[in-house]
């Protein structure tokens, strides 16, 4: 069974700070991988997606992916308390395949 | 360009009755899904259609649900008869489909809350 590990938190990180967010994944086979931010009460918004190793930059975030250790990360520099979210990590098969999902963190940024 | 569009946003309903949501995708996505979330925890998949074939059904609990995506475009989700253990947020996402990379980026909708009292 495909499984997509992450940290529940509440990971409480302060204002202007670099807040990192971790995430593992069991299928090897994995070829897409999607970070998601979740406010209380919303749907998911998709803000950042990585397809081959290394690091990838979009503004204030930064994806990272570790095929090999199976491992996906999300960085957000200079966290805003607007960062405060649920940030959901979820992973496909590749291609047009429904996404399995981690239960989320729970990020603070504290003022 | 305009989101994907759910309707009714909040649904409150008796256990045993029946309930449909509806689903409308981002203009000119191909594949369609549907997702339960429940409190606490990730989306997990209900269905996905390509076009108008649903092509993953695995997950979708078929003594009491079923979908339909009509001409390939909206689509609805019914539960009959719904059971207390229904209650959540059905999510609904599109992408444009075959292609690869950002052609598989799925944007979601805002949900349906439903609650089975």
């Known amino acids: 069974q495909k499984e997509v590990e992450q940290n529940s938190g509440p990971l409480s990180v302060p204002e202007g700070a670099i807040a990192s967010l971790n995430c593992t994944y069991s299928?090897?086979?994995?070829?897409?991988f999607f970070w998601y931010r979740q406010y209380s009460g919303k749907s998911p918004e998709l803000i950042m997606s990585?397809?081959?190793?290394g690091d990838k930059e979009d503004g204030r975030f930064t994806a990272q992916l570790n095929k090999a250790s199976q491992y996906v990360s999300l960085l957000i520099r200079d966290s805003q308390p607007s960062d405060s979210a649920t940030y959901l990590c979820?992973?496909?098969?590749?291609?047009?395949?429904?996404?399995?999902f981690g239960k989320g963190t729970h990020l603070i940024i504290q003022p | 360009e305009a989101g994907v569009v759910q309707s009714p946003r909040y649904k409150i309903i008796e256990k045993k009755q029946p309930v449909a949501f509806w689903c409308n995708p981002i203009?000119?996505?191909?594949?369609l899904y549907w997702y339960l979330q429940n409190l606490g925890q990730g989306p997990e998949l209900l269905i996905r259609?390509?076009?108008?074939?649903?092509?993953?059904d695995s997950q979708l609990p078929k003594d009491r649900f079923s979908a339909e995506r009509l001409k390939g475009v909206d689509s609805t989700l019914k539960i009959q008869p719904a059971e207390l253990g229904d209650s959540a947020v059905y999510l609904c996402?599109?992408?444009?489909?075959?292609?690869?990379?950002?052609?598989?980026?799925?944007?979601f909708g805002p949900g349906t809350r439903l609650t089975v009292l």
């Open positions: 259609y390509e076009n108008e074939e649903a092509v993953d």
């Open positions: 299928d090897r086979v994995s070829q897409s």
């Open positions: 996402a599109s992408s444009l489909g075959v292609g690869g990379g950002t052609y598989n980026e799925q944007f």
């Open positions: 979820a992973v496909n098969g590749g291609g047009a395949d429904g996404l399995t």
């Open positions: 203009s000119g996505h191909n594949t």
């Open positions: 990585i397809y081959s190793n």
